[in-house]
């Protein structure tokens, strides 16, 4: 690999290693053409993850590694729903599109690749029972599973209540929360009154 090729591959494992998945925009931005994303993708050093999107080839992928993708796409949403269920080992879902949430009044993003699907929250119950993780280098924001567990409850005709509950009693069962964490999102997401009754059983 001729010395001036080789520094720009340095420079991309370098823009890899801080930022985990890499987009075009993130080459462009450092002063990299595009098209040596294909060429190194071609030599196989690069993967195409999916469009515009590229990883080293000996990067180690996590079973997490849709979700570093999916927030690399689009860093505001939050992962909620089933595929938060599933980050947390929380009941036995196992969802084939990565579920986020977003703005009630934001623009619904395209994106191809990974699958997505799109929740609008509002207010306290998007911005409450954030964590952070980081997940191949990506900064990904997930809902702790007391705020999943009521955004389960919230979203039961979509998902099921059978699966808001299995949520519940796995969660309280495994000490992954506490009845005050669960009464305080039930309120957020305006379901303490569906979630009263399930609630009161468990103590």
Not at 166 to 172: M, T
Request: hydrophobic share 40%; proline share 5%.
């Amino acid at each position: 690999m001729p010395k001036e090729v080789s520094q720009v591959f340095d420079k991309i494992i370098k823009i890899a290693k801080r930022s985990g998945v890499i987009r075009i925009r993130d080459l462009i931005a450092h002063g990299i053409h595009p098209e040596y994303a294909r060429r190194f993708c071609n030599q196989g050093l690069l993967i195409r993850s999916g469009r515009g999107l590229y990883v080293p080839s000996d990067l180690d992928l996590t079973e997490n590694h849709t979700l570093a993708e999916a927030s690399k796409r689009v860093p505001s949403a939050v992962v909620s729903l089933l595929t938060a269920l599933r980050f947390h080992n929380l009941g036995t879902q196992i969802p084939h599109q990565v579920w986020m949430a977003i703005d009630r009044k934001a623009t619904l993003p395209k994106v191809d690749y990974p699958p997505l699907r799109f929740v609008r929250f509002s207010g306290q119950a998007l911005k409450e029972g954030i964590e952070i993780r980081k997940i191949e280098g990506v900064e990904v924001k997930v809902y702790n599973p007391p705020k999943t567990v009521a955004d389960c409850f919230k979203y039961r005709n979509k998902i099921g209540l059978d699966v808001a509950l299995e949520a519940l009693r796995e969660c309280w069962r495994e000490r992954r929360c506490t009845m005050d964490q669960l009464w305080y999102y039930a309120k957020v997401c305006r379901v303490s009154n569906v979630m009263r009754p399930y609630l009161e059983s468990l103590t």
